[in-house]
């Protein structure tokens, strides 16, 4: 299952014309003015602890040729510092304000609506991301949920599904239905997110990908506008689609999670796809 040992995947960059169906004309090129690259991390530059062949000579080239690069997750196993650590451990020229989480946004979203008092169904790691809210158990404004891990059970859930009911808002670090990790498959937080939207019947506010939002206040980093930027990702909907709805155009790349079958049955169209991340700067050539 790891996407390193696939021999389909080797030598990705000899693939160069592999960008197939979907290449939309003039979304690419010299001309493109294209400003900012935003590259999702697990399954387009690493898998596992595993970087994926020409991810980092792909991340320096895109540098040069376009200037700003922003490092976007939805990962909420580990924190922010664990993250950047581990970029940087994998060879990549991370810059401590070009990494973006989904718990950065919903301490944003938390600020701006008032809410000083949160509940964390989030994996222990994560809570130092937290630091600027009150932690607390009754009388909460918001519950924050992100992905438990093997510690996902009845009683989280439960915990949260009673906070809702009780007034709180639901705010989910991401929806993302499922990762890849060097074992397989795996649930991702976005499972347990629709259990507790079945249960109280309301729609959680999602602050990672794909929300126009997370794309929107990336950006505003760069100071790049939606139609100068590109997102790279191996999930059509949350990477691809969700960068198409903001403005940006999307690039889907055939490693991590990419199951073909997820595509048509998407109905989403990617402004490209290609074998690897390392594909990506050659897309920059292309008239
Ligand atoms: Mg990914």
Redesign the pocket.
Known sequence: MRTSDDPSEQGAGRHSGAAGAGLRAGAFGPNAGLRAVLL?????LYVGDEPLPGAGEAVERLRERVGAVRFV??TTTRPRSAILGALRRLGFAAGEDELFTPAALAVRHCVSAGHRRVALVVDDALHEDFAGLERVERDVDAVIVGDLGSAFAFEPLNRAFRLVMGGAELIALQKNRY?LTPEGLSLDAGAFVAALEYATGREALVVGKPSPDFFGAVLDTAGVPPAQALMV???VES?VGGAQRAGLRGVLVRT??FREDRLSASGIVPDAIVDSVADVPGLLDRL
């Open positions: 999702d991390l697990d399954g387009v997750t939805n990762w990702g191996d999930d990477d991590g999670k």
